[in-house]
């Protein structure tokens, strides 16, 4: 279970960020013709969303909690760069109010991102990533390991047979007897048969 201050959301800067980008947001919002009424109320509402699920993740009682919350922070993020970009194509925004917008989302993305990264270290040190999770980083590991494997096998001019052996491949090439006799077949484990 985590312990905090029950306050210190404040403390973040990806919350004071989504913080600021709110009040922006707010202010482009008064300034839209009124014929764009649905699109104030839906970026009003991602802008809190942002801030507010920052907030609702902290208070929750797990890390993994607070972690998905980010994601939904991100999600309504996304919903604002989509509209920001609307706007400008409909030319209701000009580029400079485009680019502000797009540099403040731009920063929070990458705030809360770094976040998210944290919390998943954090609960990989703590032993609490949830059974996917694992599953889905042993399968990534095995996958590196495989293209460790298979790089080296090219690179030392080895293939590896359907049934598990690796060969050497110009010793394959010789119609599988190189000079010395031997097959040019390796063992499971790299060891040449046959030693």
């Keep these: 279970m985590k312990q905090h201050k029950p306050d210190g959301f404040k403390e973040l800067l990806v919350y004071r960020r989504a913080e600021e980008l709110r009040l922006y947001v707010v202010k482009l919002t008064e300034k839209l013709p ?8 839906h970026l009003n509402d991602s802008a ?5 699920n920052i907030v609702e993740g902290w208070k ?21 760069k989509e509209d920001i970009k609307d706007l400008y194509q409909d030319k209701k925004i000009n580029q400079k109010v ?19 990264q944290s919390l998943y270290r954090k609960m990989q040190t703590e032993g609490t990533l949830p059974v996917k999770e694992k599953a889905r980083n042993f399968k990534n590991i095995a996958q590196t390991e495989q293209e460790i494997l298979d790089k080296i096998i090219t690179d030392a001019d080895l293939e ?5 052996q690796i060969v050497s491949i ?5 119609g599988g007897n190189g000079r010395d006799g031997k097959d040019g077949r390796c063992g499971k484990d790299g060891d040449e048969e046959g030693k």
């Excluded at 014929?35 to 109320?41: A, F």
């Excluded at 009682?61 to 991100?74: G, N, P």
């Excluded at 110009?170 to 010789?174: F, Y």
Aim: aromatic letters at 14%; glycine letters at 4%; proline letters at 0%.
């Design 60 to 80: 929750r009682s797990t890390t993994k909690e607070y972690y998905d919350f980010l994601s939904f922070s991100l999600g309504s993020l996304a919903e604002i």
């Design 48 to 52: 809190r969303s942002v801030k507010q």
């Design 160 to 164: 590896k047979l359907e049934d598990g």
């Design 34 to 41: 009124y014929d764009e009424k649905r699109r104030k109320v």
């Design 170 to 174: 110009d010793k394959k090439d010789h």
């Design 98 to 116: 485009f680019e502000f917008f797009t540099n403040k989302c731009r920063e929070l993305d990458y705030l809360l991102n770094r976040l998210r």
